[in-house]
Structure formats: C-alpha cells, structure tokens
C-alpha cells in the first residue's frame, strides 16, 4: 500500500542554519505531495505542495521538488528561524480517499 | 484559524466509558477526515465521509464509529474506552472531487482515558 517515510527526528540546529528533511514515498500512480507543519499546541496546516513530477512547492522560505525518479520529496530551507520550530510532516494524496501522512520530524531551533 | 471546529477541546474519563467528539467543517467543505494522533503511532487515517456517506476506512477499530449528518458536521464515537485509546483526535475537511487536496485541520480534541 501507500506509505511515506522521513527522517526520525528530533533535529536541533542553530539560528540561521540550513534545514534538510528526507522524505521518500511508495505509491501507485502519480501522487500528490505534501509538507504540512505542526505548531506546539495547535492543528496541521499546509506548508507546501506539488502536484506532478519535477514541480516545486515553496512557501515561507521553504521548498520541495517532486523527485519521480528517487520517489523523494525533501524539504529544504536555506535559514531556519527559532519561529522554525514545529512538526513537519510529509504526505500524499493517491487518491481523493485519505491523505497518508509520514511519522513526522520534530525540529529545534536555537537561538 | 483554519474554519475547523472540533469539540470538546480537552476530554478525560474513565475506562469502559463512550465519548463523542464533534466537527464541524469549512463552509462549503464536503468531505471530512478523522486523525489519530498518538506518540507511539503518528498520525494514522481513522475514516472520510462525504456528503454523509463513507469514503474510505482506515485503521479504525470496531470499538469506534463515526457519521457525517445532513449539516455536514461529524461525530466520532469512541465506546469501551481503553487507556491506548488516550490520543489527540483531529478532524480535517477538504473540497472533494476538484481542488488540490489540501486538508484543512482543527485543532483537535485530546481524550484522556484514566
């Protein structure tokens, strides 16, 4: 069946570093790709997506590229910022049914 | 602020009890999702409903059900609680059949089962 699996966290950096998080997927057909991100205390929200292979989703600083080829969907950001800190998950549509969502990657950000 | 509404915000009682949590959806949103948010197992697909009919199954167990009424909101009912059962419950709604699949959460009902 559909899965997603990223990078175990928790991952702390400091202020201003780069931020990677892995995320690869299995899936049938042609999914749609998803970070959502979750502040402490609060719902998911839709950080960023990509529809079709090769798109870029982007969104605050934030980026990710539909990689068909490696089933890879990471995320990146060049300066992270304390406000930074969350719960990233990634996810994928395959069908119009349910969003599979990944275990999720705590980040920390530093002063 | 997402257009989600979950209630009750906090839920705590005792094993063996039944509990309902509501939701109510985005204006205009069809479909909605229910989440299970647990330490030890993520964030795992309970059920979607649209329109008031089932979408789709997840890993629901048969302790638990759900329905969509004509309204659109959505109740989730857990009966002979167990202390596993403790978890944060989100509920998500969506435009179904066009859009982009962007789910849009509430903030979630966290039950505590003591």
């Known amino acids: 069946g559909d899965s997603v699996t990223q990078m175990e966290g928790p991952v702390t950096l400091s202020e201003e570093a780069f931020l990677t998080i892995n995320c690869t997927y299995t899936?049938?057909?042609?999914?749609?790709l998803f970070w959502y991100v979750q502040y402490p205390g609060e719902g998911l929200q839709l950080l960023l997506k990509a529809t079709k292979a090769d798109d870029k989703g982007s969104n605050k600083g934030f980026e990710a590229t539909y990689r068909k080829e490696t089933t890879s969907f990471h995320l990146e950001k060049g300066s992270v910022q304390v406000s930074d800190s969350a719960v990233y998950f990634c996810a994928l549509w395959a069908s119009y049914d349910k969003v599979i969502f990944g275990p999720g990657t705590s980040l920390s950000v530093i002063p | 602020d997402s257009g989600v509404t979950q209630t009750p915000k906090h839920l705590i009682t005792a094993t063996g009890q039944r509990v309902t949590l509501r939701c109510s959806p985005r204006?205009?949103?069809?479909?909605v999702y229910w989440y299970q948010q647990s330490l030890d197992q993520g964030l795992q697909f309970l059920i979607h409903?649209?329109?008031?009919?089932?979408?789709a199954k997840g890993n629901i167990l048969e302790r638990f059900s759900a329905q969509q009424f004509p309204d659109l909101h959505s109740e989730l009912n857990l009966s002979s609680l167990e202390l596993g059962d403790s978890a944060l419950y989100f509920c998500?709604?969506?435009?179904f059949g066009r859009g982009t699949g962007e789910l849009f959460f509430g903030e979630g009902s966290r039950l505590t089962v003591l």
């Open positions: 998500a709604s969506s435009v």
């Open positions: 899936a049938t057909g042609y999914p749609s």
């Open positions: 409903y649209y329109n008031g009919e089932e979408r």
């Open positions: 204006s205009g949103d069809l479909s």
